[in-house]
């Protein structure tokens, strides 16, 4: 399967589930940010090869959808409504992560 982490700038959040899942067996895992400023940013060749799409809060969907709302129609996008408090690989988040996803990836 593949999975596409979200959040605003690539650099916390969904560089921490990249990190954490791109292991995982079954998965091939990429992740990436909506802003501008974002260490990756967002593009529709990501959105079409994702099967599925987990972003941080609701306002990724938004501007995600938004910003490719040809590529986004019909994809599975989850909000996994983590909050902009962490650092990238903090143990919080991570456990976080994994509580979350738990149910995705069984």
């Given at each position: 399967m593949?999975?596409?982490?979200v959040?605003?700038r690539n650099k916390?959040?969904?560089?921490?589930?990249?990190?954490?899942?791109k292991?995982?067996?079954g998965?091939?895992?990429?992740s990436?940010?909506?802003e501008?400023?974002?260490?990756?940013?967002?593009?529709?060749?990501m959105?079409?090869?994702?099967?599925?799409?987990?972003?941080?809060?609701?306002r990724?969907?938004?501007?995600?959808?938004?910003?490719?709302?040809a590529e986004?129609?019909d994809?599975r996008?989850?909000?996994?409504?983590?909050?902009?408090?962490?650092n990238y690989?903090?143990?919080?988040?991570?456990?976080e992560?994994?509580?979350?996803?738990a149910?995705?990836?069984?």
């Open positions: 593949h999975v596409l982490f959040c605003s916390r959040r969904s560089l921490t589930a990249e990190s954490i899942y292991n995982h067996d998965l091939q895992v990429k990436a940010g909506t501008p400023s974002a260490r990756i940013k967002l593009n529709a060749k959105v079409l090869w994702a099967d599925i799409i987990f972003v941080m809060e609701k990724h969907k938004q501007r995600m959808c938004e910003q490719l709302p986004t129609k994809k996008i989850v909000i996994l409504d983590i909050p902009y408090e962490f690989m903090d143990s919080v988040l991570i456990e992560l994994k509580l979350t996803m149910d995705y990836l069984q």
